[in-house]
């Protein structure tokens, strides 16, 4: 089985910064690609960033220059940096990644809980 835990979540003011990790825990062979998405109330669940393992990124037009996604494979850790928050980037922030659990089987892709970022003064 294979698990992600969210951390980090929190109140921040505008303006502000905020560091969102994510640890994949479980039966690990490999990590494909790792993303974060997230969901603001009564909206539909909307991409943000996500980082392959070439370490190649994307991101969603909203966020370009204020978050930034890294990877640290030796701890099967995806970071989320979000600067220069804003209110409307309040929502809950799920953690997404493909999982190679044994050399001879297919990724499969896996969320996390989810961890709530609300940003206001």
């Known amino acids: 089985q294979v698990q992600l835990g969210e951390s980090g979540g929190g109140l921040v003011q505008p303006g502000g910064p905020l560091r969102l990790p994510c640890a994949v825990s479980?039966?690990?062979?490999?990590?494909?690609?790792m993303g974060w998405y997230r969901q603001a109330p009564g909206n539909q669940l909307e991409f943000v960033a996500r980082?392959?393992?070439?370490?190649?990124?994307n991101y969603a037009d909203s966020v370009k220059g204020r978050f930034a996604i890294s990877r640290d494979n030796a701890k099967n850790t995806v970071y989320l940096q979000m600067n220069s928050l804003k209110p409307e980037d309040t929502a809950v922030y799920y953690c997404?990644?493909?999982?190679?659990?044994?050399?001879?089987?297919?990724?499969?892709?896996?969320w996390g809980q989810g961890t709530q970022v609300t940003v206001s003064s």
């Open positions: 980082i392959d393992m070439s370490y190649s990124t």
């Open positions: 997404n990644a493909d999982v190679r659990s044994q050399f001879w089987m297919q990724p499969r892709n896996y």
């Open positions: 479980g039966t690990i062979f490999s990590i494909n690609s």
